[in-house]
């Protein structure tokens, strides 16, 4: 069953200069699977993602030949009802913890914010729903995490906050640009392990939205290769290494790799057909 | 002693609100005339921290740094921003905002007084593969790559002999990452630079660091060879986890990659 | 021959510094443009302006001429079409050459009191400790006083007069700007470009007049544009007290200070100077909202 099917979505920023199209017909589909968008920047992929919560500010303007979440029609819904589907149904994860937490209210308060409001959870039940939120992303000590500020936490730490912020409502799919790129190496190997548990175990669909190829070949199932706003390969990740086309294979190629030969890194060709399209 | 730049016990403590943070911990190490020198970590393990002391920057609270021979005090002297130079991470914040990529680059030449500035301006563009159609630019009309390739320029218009590179590729994309790391190498070779370079990813320090320092905490914890890190020849376990880290980049043999 | 100076202005690579530049003031003039509210604010300065350096064209009669004969003519009186005072002067003529003293007073404030500010909040937020401690205490004490009172204060100790208004009013209005300055460059002296160029060895005052004072100064500008309300009006009111410019000069607080007698019988001697004041002091208003998007560096990216 699919969970989300885009077909020929595009999105399109007025400027001084005229409209410019930042996606330019994307149509993927999405079951309970890991699937991972790659590209530079620049290549739409963040905006991709956006595009599915219609978190997209004017002059920006979203549309598409069918954008389907489990049955719901995303291009006709109401503001309201995106608003009753962001957060319980439709989560995001963002790539800086600093700027996603507010800064004023304690990490537990922001935590149970919603549970309260929205769920009409008494306060002991918030709390507890909370913690364990803190614990299944593997904060050691939830409780005192729960009365930290934002400031207090490394970025390691306010990443696993706003993944377990996001996971409390349990959405049917969560949708992460780029949460380790702000991370270490081993704080991000921890984060998308973590991800990669809760995916697997409470059957959610997950966007991965990255810059490193490498990085989500190792984490999902499936990768869309995004150039200039188009999808320019889809590949089962096991097979990235075996990728086809010239932009991948560039992507891949220009990376340094450890143990590798001194010669200058062969640079990116855009010169090719594909660049022009 | 042939070491150019010798780091001898180095303490950096910075005072806040009445806290003292130390940021590096007697960290000692040496590199060579025209070598490459890494410094690797995750964040918040002093390796910047160290590129800022030596640039005055940050405060030097124990142990000395000296450059070719001569102990670095607290006022630098005179010559030594003539041999220092520094590449900051960030392409967007390390250039002005207001002023032209002309205004940035003929700066230092208008502090030390040195003329023939619009000649050694289009040579410096034309030296880090930037069209001379560029000089009146603001830098917001340029990309990531681009500025960060005038700041590059703007640090050898000094002709320096040492370059300390902060992350200078960690904000770029991959394929420009590649130009860039390849214009630093070029112009090593063609400068005679010596690099002393920060980064947290082990794939891009091995591809241009001939030595590795692994930090953590603020301390040294071990110096690699690039030969031992390539084989994965660590006596630490913390050096051991962050190269596990990035076994992902490690060299693979793709099938189409052979040749 | 437009249409070739337009392509020269808005080319994305100039060939000179001037080019640049021009390309640069081009684009903000071009935003500036867009926006309605602020075009209407620059028409009337420009008229302001016009009207200040015309003011024999535009005036129907000599100002200071009075005519006893015809004195309190309510507006609309064929020849004194905004009426005349109790001295029977046309107040049309008084408030065209009133502009001259408006404008006049309005500049000097303009060319004094920011660059006192931007200097002292600059250095302050640039040396830090000390010296920012002893320049910011010394922009407290001038804060704690109410404006008009304090230039009531220097004006009765200097003496009436224009040029002894217009000081007072400088020597009140700076630490406003000072503020802004020193809130500006916190914000800019970590930068990485600060640092480079500490790098390549420039001195302190090289690093604040040439990388600093830039990015201040568009929030001094937009702060000077919103303040120039304020400076007419604190103007007007030195000038109603009797403590600024002297009869029979047509400055228009004065203006409005002689109307008070008649204000409820004849209404218009005090009023026409009023909707003057209100006028400009609006045009100042609505410009430095305009060039607050214009000039603001985070609005920019937009």
């Not at chain 2, 590199?31 to 910047?48: D, H, I, N, T, W």
């Not at chain 2, 006596?235 to 189409?256: G, H, I, V």
């Amino acid at each position: 069953m699919s969970l989300l099917e885009i077909e020929n979505l595009r999105v399109t920023f007025e400027t001084e200069t005229g409209p410019v199209q930042a996606v330019r017909g994307v149509s993927f589909g999405l079951g309970r699977e890991r699937l991972g968008i790659v590209g530079e920047s620049g290549s739409g992929k963040t905006i991709t993602g956006r595009s599915v919560l219609r978190l997209i500010r004017p002059p920006g303007r979203i549309e598409a030949d069918r954008m389907v979440f489990d049955g719901i029609d995303l291009t006709t819904a109401s503001e309201k009802q995106m608003r009753a589907l962001r957060g319980p149904r439709l989560a995001m994860v963002m790539q800086d913890p600093k700027y996603s937490l507010n800064p004023v209210m304690r990490v537990g308060a922001q935590l149970m914010e919603g549970l309260l409001r929205r769920d009409r959870l008494g306060r002991a039940e918030a709390r507890k729903k909370a913690i364990a939120a803190l614990e299944a992303v593997q904060i050691r000590d939830p409780e005192r995490v729960m009365e930290a500020w934002p400031h207090e936490l490394s970025g390691g730490m306010g990443q696993r906050v706003m993944i377990a912020m996001m996971l409390i409502p349990e959405p049917d799919l969560l949708i992460a640009d780029e949460p380790t790129s702000a991370l270490d190496v081993t704080v991000q190997a921890e984060v998308m392990a973590i991800l990669d548990n809760l995916v697997r175990e409470r059957g959610m669909g997950l966007i991965f939205i990255s810059h490193d190829l490498r990085l989500v070949a190792q984490f999902c199932d499936r990768v869309l290769v995004m150039y200039h706003g188009r999808i320019v390969e889809e590949l089962a990740a096991g097979d990235l290494m075996n990728a086809r086309h010239p932009y991948t294979q560039g992507l891949l190629n220009c990376l340094p790799k450890i143990g590798g030969s001194r010669e200058p890194l062969p640079g990116l060709d855009r010169t090719g057909d594909w660049a022009n399209v | 002693m042939s070491d150019f730049i010798e780091i001898d016990n180095l303490s950096v403590t910075f005072a806040a609100k009445g806290r003292q943070v130390q940021a590096v911990k007697n960290v000692s190490l040496s590199v060579g005339a025209k070598e490459s020198f890494g410094l690797v970590g995750e964040s918040g393990s002093g390796k910047s921290t160290i590129l800022r002391a030596i640039c005055g920057l940050a405060p030097i609270s124990g142990g000395e740094i000296r450059i070719a021979g001569e102990k670095l005090t607290e006022k630098r002297a005179k010559n030594f921003v003539t041999r220092v130079q520094m590449v900051f991470q960030d392409p967007y914040a390390s250039l002005h905002p207001r002023h032209t990529i002309d205004r940035t680059l003929s700066e230092p030449l208008a502090i030390h007084g040195i003329g023939n500035s619009d000649a050694r301006v289009v040579r410096a563009l034309e030296d880090v593969g930037l069209p001379s159609s560029f000089r009146f630019r603001y830098p917001h009309q340029l990309s990531g790559g681009q500025r960060q390739r005038v700041a590059i320029a703007r640090a050898l218009m000094l002709e320096p002999e040492i370059l300390l590179l902060d992350e200078p590729t960690s904000a770029l994309d991959a394929s420009v990452q590649a130009e860039v790391l390849n214009l630093l190498n070029r112009l090593r070779d063609e400068h005679g630079l010596t690099f002393l370079m920060v980064s947290h990813d082990l794939a891009v320090i091995d591809h241009m660091c001939d030595r590795i320092l692994v930090m953590q905490h603020g301390g040294a914890v071990e110096e690699l060879a690039r030969a031992d890190l390539a084989s994965a020849n660590m006596k630490t376990d913390y050096a051991r986890s962050l190269f596990a880290a990035s076994a992902n980049r490690m060299l693979e043999t793709p099938p189409k990659e052979t040749a | 021959m437009t249409q070739s100076l337009f392509q020269w202005l808005s080319d994305p690579s100039p060939s000179s510094r001037a080019q640049a530049r021009l390309g640069q003031a081009w684009l903000a003039w071009l935003r500036l443009k867009r926006n309605h509210l602020a075009m209407l604010g620059l028409a009337i300065i420009v008229l302001l302006c016009a009207m200040a350096a015309f003011a024999p064209l535009f005036a129907t009669h000599d100002p200071f001429v009075q005519n006893l004969a015809q004195r309190l003519l309510p507006p609309g009186t064929p020849g004194h079409w905004l009426g005349t005072d109790d001295f029977g002067r046309d107040i049309w003529s008084r408030i065209v050459y009133g502009a001259r003293i408006t404008l006049y007073i309005v500049a000097l404030v303009a060319v004094t009191a920011p660059v006192i500010g931007l200097l002292i909040g600059t250095v302050a937020g640039y040396f830090g400790g000390i010296v920012d401690t002893v320049l910011m205490r010394i922009t407290d004490i001038f804060l704690a006083f109410p404006r008009l009172i304090l230039a009531l204060a220097l004006v009765a100790v200097l003496g009436p007069g224009i040029v002894n208004a217009v000081l007072a009013i400088a020597l009140t209005a700076w630490p406003p700007y000072a503020r802004v300055a020193r809130a500006e460059t916190l914000t800019v002296r970590n930068s990485d470009y600060i640092a480079a160029v500490r790098l390549q060895g420039a001195g302190a005052g090289r690093i604040i007049w040439g990388h600093v004072m830039p990015m201040c100064l568009p929030s001094v500008i937009i702060r000077v544009t919103l303040d120039m309300a304020g400076v007419i009006l604190i103007a007007a009111g030195l000038g109603f007290l009797g403590l600024g410019v002297q009869p029979p000069l047509p400055e228009w607080g004065l203006m409005i200070s002689s109307g008070r007698k008649f204000l409820f019988e004849q209404w218009w001697v005090a009023t026409m100077p009023g909707l003057a004041i209100f006028a400009v002091s609006l045009g100042f208003n609505l410009l430095g909202d305009g060039l607050r998007d214009v000039l603001d560096p985070r609005s920019a990216s937009r």
